[in-house]
């Protein structure tokens, strides 16, 4: 009910927005407009943003339309995917015992040490999305059909145009990256074959329940005390600053942190600048992967509290940058693992490591593949659950290549990752390979000293 008021709210400033922006781009000679005022100044980059902007915008009544629309469209669909799989149960028998359990549990038994439970889940999981594909198809048809319209009378050329430059980026970068990620696969599909063979599999094929699977006989499992312990001593090497900003987050309850029925699954961190603070979703079930993953979400965060005394129309950042802090905290953990782990413990975590870029370059290349071909089909027609999952296995195809098990691939990826649904951040994490492997290098340079950079983070992530 607060969320439709709020979404209310926000489109009756579409007149304003709209306005001001067309304004804008009316104005004579604008360098010495914005030179007449030092406020004026500090924001020439937004000034500059909007008009661009504003070369798409549509008539000031359609703008006012679409965006009160857009409330009972794209915004809708979303919420409905949300309460799909932040409801949904899946029926798991284990060890002779049916239970009912919340997805991102059952999801996160995909890290299990024992690989019956592995395969368990990962069955039980595919079986249960029957209850919600139909739903889940019609949201996700509903929101690109309207992305797709309004890229075109935008006067895009096509979405992935339209996010491009939402994104800050052009053609040209994005073709880069993605060539650079061809050329890598090779590489990344040979760790994947020894995981296989490793894992007893025979074919030195991996199937996907055993993606996630834990390598060396290690059980390195954390209390969320032992968690905030170990991300805040590990940042304190690095800048003061940002360990007691860590520790402001863990001890203020910034962290919705255990995996329940009524959860999403995943995890996420919104910057809530009027107030000076974050908030941040985990589904925290004790593996250091977890403890990765809420060093990533805290750099979110910590990014954006760099951008505090910036005014609000200054902090906004777009998805090609959106990862740095993230993924540089992140690193921080990992590489202090390394440094008071034995030999065994080692192998987890550079495993572990090696799974998430895996998941980083491999994984968000057949979703940039899937969301380009379901794109390319919706504008002929609305897709049908067979359609989506064929589309998806298609893109796993095309990632993975002959390193993933064809018997066990999953056509459902697309239910349950919330990215799709997401009408104004199409294309969602495109750019992040390339940020995941800058980010890596730039942090071991410095500590090998071959790059000086003070350590004071804010100026990294200014």
Known sequence: MYLEKIEKTVSETTEFDVAFKKWLLKLDKIEEVINTSDVIKQHKFIIKESI?????????????????MKNTGSSAWSKLQEFLTSTHTVEISLEGEVKKLPLPVVRNMAYSEEQYVRKTAYFAELKSYEKIENSSAAALNGIKGEVITLSKLRGYSSPLDMTLQNSRMDRETLEAMLEAIKEYLPYFRDYLKKKAELLGHKSLKLPFYDLFAPIGKVDMKFTYDEARKFIVENFKTFSDELASFADRAFEENWIDAEPREGKRGGAFCYNLHPIRESRILANFDGSFSNVTTIAHELGHAYHGNCLMDETFLNSNYPMPIAETASIFCETLIVDAALKIANREEKIAILENSLQSSTQTIVDIYSRFLFEDEVFRRREDHSLSVDEFKEIMLDAQRKAYGDALDEKYMHPYMW??????????????????PLVNYLLRDLLRNIKRGKLSLQRNTRNCFH
Request: hydrophobic share 30%; glycine share 0%; proline share 6%.
């Open 52 to 68: 661009k902007s504003a070369k798409h915008m549509l008539s000031d009544e359609q703008e006012i339309v679409i965006s009160k």
């Open 415 to 432: 239910v349950n990752k919330p990215h799709y649904y997401y009408a104004d951040a199409n294309y969602y994490n495109f750019p992040t």
